[in-house]
Nanobody, 124 residues
């Protein structure tokens, strides 16, 4: 079992940056694949970026490639999402999620544990 708490969301102008953090409880954090998802009003939750258990593989959706970077610090039980060159279409609630498999995972149902979400709003 793992509990996830996101932080770092807020209001930013287009072109700005934010760094989201997700702090995890439990001693097995390093064995999980971690992912970031987002959900805009009226839309389905979508995959943003993921990182496998030993950071040997990171991957992200095309719309955020070259702008967003996912990373993790297993010693701190924390995963990060650095978001640069933000656009108004990035506005959403961002969720952190954990997958026990430790492998590549991009689908909502791959992930067993979820945080409560943090709001990111990008103004034009």
């Amino acid at each position: 079992q793992v509990q996830l708490v996101e932080s770092g969301g807020g209001l930013v102008q287009a072109g700005g940056s934010l760094r989201l953090s997700c702090a995890a409880s439990g001693r097995t954090f390093s064995s999980y694949t971690m992912g970031w998802f987002r959900q805009a009003p009226g839309k389905e939750r979508e995959f943003v970026a993921g990182i496998t258990r030993y950071s040997d593989s990171t991957y992200s959706t095309d719309s955020v490639k070259d702008r967003f970077t996912i990373s993790r610090d297993n010693a701190k039980n924390t995963v990060y999402l650095q978001m640069n060159s933000l656009k108004p279409e990035d506005t959403a609630v961002y969720y952190c999620a954990a997958d026990r498999s430790g492998a590549w995972a991009t689908r909502v149902y791959d992930y067993e544990f979820w945080g409560q979400g943090t709001q990111v709003t990008v103004s034009s």
